[in-house]
């Protein structure tokens, strides 16, 4: 029985894996203008390719990681007392946050 959860667990991600993916390509193909969208997503994969090699650099790697680390740990406790301890809805402020991505409009995609 201890080992059926973690297999429940992995069937749950793959299934939404699968989901999300499925979701992308349905977005896709009801996209007018598919290669503005394609090259969006290949500037935005190129972007993080290079992000992770200007971070692994030697130079960088000694400064780097202790510093974003620290950032993480300052945002995990920012966001577990604004959403624990005073109660407020993460759910109405992620909307708000993808509401204000959504209303900027990238440019090549405007109708």
Request: charged residues 25%.
């Amino acid at each position: 029985r201890a080992r059926a959860a973690p297999r429940r667990a992995a069937a749950r991600s793959a299934t939404s894996v699968g989901d999300l993916v499925d979701n992308m390509k349905k977005k896709f193909d009801a996209s007018d203008n598919q290669p503005v969208v394609a090259g969006y997503g290949a500037a935005a994969l190129a972007f993080l390719v290079v992000v992770d090699k200007v971070v692994n650099l030697p130079v960088l790697n000694l400064v780097l990681p202790k510093f974003l680390e620290v950032a993480g740990v300052v945002t995990v406790a920012l966001l577990a007392f604004r959403y624990v301890k005073e109660g407020e809805d993460a759910e109405a402020d992620i909307d708000a946050a993808l509401e204000k991505i959504n209303s900027v409009g990238l440019p090549g995609l405007k109708k």
